[in-house]
């Protein structure tokens, strides 16, 4: 009853921590860290212990789930680089060189333990990374990057951590060449084994009969592909995460619809957030004995080497970045896509290095071997020391400078949105004019002339007279109002059919108010992008129809479609609008 009691109290603090996180403006993660760091600072809170072998396995796979799911083949094609300089050589090299500066600065700690200890320090947290860097403006191909630094660098500190508890517990020398070979055959067969369970796991989702049990699945694969990979020796991060992309690719997700989409992407939201808030708070309060036991001098001292040992992280990703800057530089292009390309986004590039979770799994992670009791407490207290310097610290200062160093963002990035919108814009007006071809002969010549005005509504501008701009002013003020009172009557439905749930079955009553909520989901796309993705309707279809019917009227075309303007932009029904007649501007 006490561990019942225990995990709901972590959770409503979770979600209280996050609300008023949201309100003052901190990003949830270092929330997540000061409600594990509150938990230690109160003598009276349970101690509780849990058991070293089943933290990794309960915790990790869906953490690393929610990450791999926003990956794609073509995406980890493009970013090997990073995955090999970062994933890779980077986290070993950040491994070693805390490993070297706990030997230097803790007395009497082995190499194996040291070892295990810059391990659970060498991986930042990408979950960390991508709630905190996003928000403040970090351009879109540096968290790239850093995601993709964070999916894949676990497995490598993961090895590695284990060739140092099992060094430690058989008492022999970690070997690198056997750490080498165990890394390069257990990736290669993880790889196999998260494809077949994310490709398995793809078709029992479209088989599977619900959105519920749809979702449920995929809750079900990450767990199941981390232990089927852990229990044959392979890498269970790397099974998980390729499981996650394959599960997620372009065949699964096309076969989903609109709701199973929403659903999946809010429930693992939900799931990343309180398991997030959870393993922080059980882990705080296992780490609050350990805390409360020690010597207060000694808790010092050890505070003390963790922030010697962070400065060294630090230090070891301030020169990895810096040297892929200059390389990129020296040869006059960036060494790949999402590489630094000034020395301030080498600087934002360090600074988001921040370790979480992870960091402190690994540390609560190392069991109890007789002889090492001290040095486990050592390393718990170090890794808290760690989080403190690594990620409250950067959190709460990253925004300040950003603006310091007024980074900016790529005019690409800006426009990737807008590329994406014009796809779909693009594949929707083919469809309707394919759609088309089989109505009447009004039909199809209503359609047409709706699709020319939305897509050539720029040149329609520019064709219009000064005279006719109040016009055309109040033809926009006259879409925003039918936006209103298209979203009031949304409203009224959607509310009135809420306050029928007492007279109808409340699941038929769901049923229709998930419906409206899709509908208004996706009326919601053009006010909150204000880009141009136009489906025929009454908002946009009537007001560009009568934009287009103004012009038409303006320069006496009758009922033929308007000119063709020399070098227009090109759009996909063009020469079906233009074919059997020859049109001059």
């Not at 508890?165 to 690198?176: F, L, P, Q, W």
């Not at 709460?396 to 963002?409: D, F, G, H, I, S």
């Not at 006010?527 to 038409?552: I, K, W």
């Amino acid at each position: 009853m006490l561990y019942l009691t225990t995990i709901i109290i972590i959770l409503l603090a979770t979600v209280f921590m996050v609300g008023l996180g949201e309100r003052i403006n901190l990003p949830w993660p270092v929330m997540m860290t000061l409600l594990g760091l509150g938990t230690m600072a109160f003598p009276w809170v349970p101690h509780i212990d849990i058991d070293s072998s089943i933290i990794l396995p309960i915790f990790l796979p869906p953490l690393l789930w929610a990450i791999g799911v926003k990956f794609s083949w073509g995406a980890l094609r493009r970013r090997w680089k990073s995955v090999l300089l970062y994933s890779v050589l980077l986290t070993t090299a950040s491994a070693l060189a805390v490993a070297g500066s706990v030997m230097w600065w803790v007395p009497g700690m082995s190499v194996a333990m040291a070892l295990a200890i810059g391990a659970a320090i060498a991986p930042p947290d990408p979950v960390a990374v991508e709630a905190v860097a996003e928000p403040v403006g970090i351009p879109r191909r540096l968290i790239a990057t850093l995601q993709t630094e964070g999916s894949f660098n676990d497995a490598i500190s993961l090895v590695l951590f284990h060739a140092a508890i099992h060094a430690i517990e058989s008492g022999h020398h970690v070997d690198a060449l056997q750490v080498s070979i165990d890394f390069v055959a257990g990736s290669a067969l993880a790889v196999v084994i998260g494809y077949l369970f994310g490709w398995v796991g793809g078709y029992v989702r479209r088989a599977a009969y619900g959105t519920v049990a749809r979702s449920a699945v995929s809750l079900v694969i990450p767990f199941a592909a981390y232990l089927v990979a852990e229990h044959i020796h392979a890498s269970g991060v790397i099974a998980v995460v390729i499981a996650a992309i394959q599960f997620s690719s372009t065949k699964n997700l096309v076969a989903l619809d609109a709701e199973d989409r929403l659903a999946n992407a809010s429930f693992w939201q939900v799931i990343e957030l309180l398991l997030t808030g959870l393993a922080f708070g059980l882990i705080g309060l296992q780490a609050s004995g350990i805390i409360s036991s020690a010597n207060p001098e000694r808790l010092l001292t050890l505070f003390m080497q963790g922030a010697m040992i962070s400065a060294v992280a630090i230090a070891v990703r301030l020169a990895w970045f810096g040297a892929v800057w200059l390389a990129g530089t020296a040869k006059g292009s960036p060494v790949h896509g999402g590489a630094p390309r000034s020395f301030a986004e080498v600087l934002i590039m360090t600074w988001s290095g921040m370790r979480g979770l992870v960091t402190l799994i690994l540390a609560l992670s190392i069991p109890m071997i007789e002889g090492y009791e001290h040095l486990r407490e050592d390393a718990i207290v170090i890794a808290i020391s760690v989080l403190a310097f690594t990620l409250v610290l950067p959190g709460l200062t990253l925004p300040t400078l950003m603006k310091v160093l007024k980074v900016e963002v790529d005019e690409s990035e800006k426009d990737a949105v807008s590329s994406l919108l014009k796809i779909a814009q693009d594949a929707a007006l083919v469809a309707i004019q394919e759609e088309a071809k089989d109505t009447s002969p009004e039909v199809q010549e209503r359609v047409t002339d709706m699709c020319t005005a939305i897509t050539r509504r720029d040149d329609l501008r520019e064709m219009v007279p000064e005279n006719f701009q109040p016009r055309l002013d109040a033809l926009k003020k006259s879409k925003e109002e039918y936006a209103r009172i298209r979203d009031a009557a949304m409203a009224a439905a959607q509310a009135e059919v809420l306050s029928a749930q007492d007279r109808y079955d409340p699941d038929d009553v769901y049923r229709v108010v998930r419906k409206l909520d899709i509908l208004s989901q996706a009326d919601a796309i053009r006010q909150t992008t204000n880009q141009s993705f136009v489906l025929p309707g009454l908002a946009a279809g009537a007001v560009a129809l009568e934009r287009y019917n103004l012009v038409r009227q303006h320069l006496n075309l009758g009922t033929s479609s308007i000119p063709v303007i020399a070098n227009a932009p090109s759009s996909p029904f063009m020469s079906q609008v233009d074919s059997g007649e020859q049109r001059t501007s």
